[in-house]
């Protein structure tokens, strides 16, 4: 059973940074895409950013720009760097794997921005 298991958020002024971790119980080339979803209190959960197997990233247009997503095929990690973060960055984080008609999901990580 495919297992993602976030890490990394939390309380950071405007302005901070975070780097948010995904760990996955398998090889990440494994799957189709990786990504990063977020979802803050009474909203939908939204798409942040991707990355496919060929390596091809893509953002939302909020966080182009401040945001970078990356992953290390030797410990089987997808990461999310955060730059510039703002309070409409706050929401709780979540890791996204994707395999064929497959479609896995973390717990989440909180992330608050605020002075």
């Known amino acids: 059973q495919v297992q993602l298991v976030e890490s990394g958020g939390d309380l950071v002024q405007p302005g901070g940074s975070l780097r948010l971790s995904c760990a996955v119980s398998?090889?990440?080339?494994?799957?189709?895409?990786m990504g990063w979803f977020r979802q803050a209190p009474g909203k939908e959960r939204e798409f942040v950013a991707v990355i496919i197997s060929s390596g091809f990233t893509d953002y939302q247009d909020s966080v182009k720009g401040r945001f970078t997503i990356s992953r290390d095929r030797d410990k089987n990690t997808v990461y999310l760097q955060m730059n510039s973060l703002k309070p409409e960055d706050t929401a709780v984080y979540y890791c996204n794997a994707r395999r064929t008609s497959q479609v896995f999901w973390g717990q989440g990580t909180q992330v608050t921005v605020s002075s």
């Open positions: 398998g090889n990440i080339f494994s799957f189709n895409s």
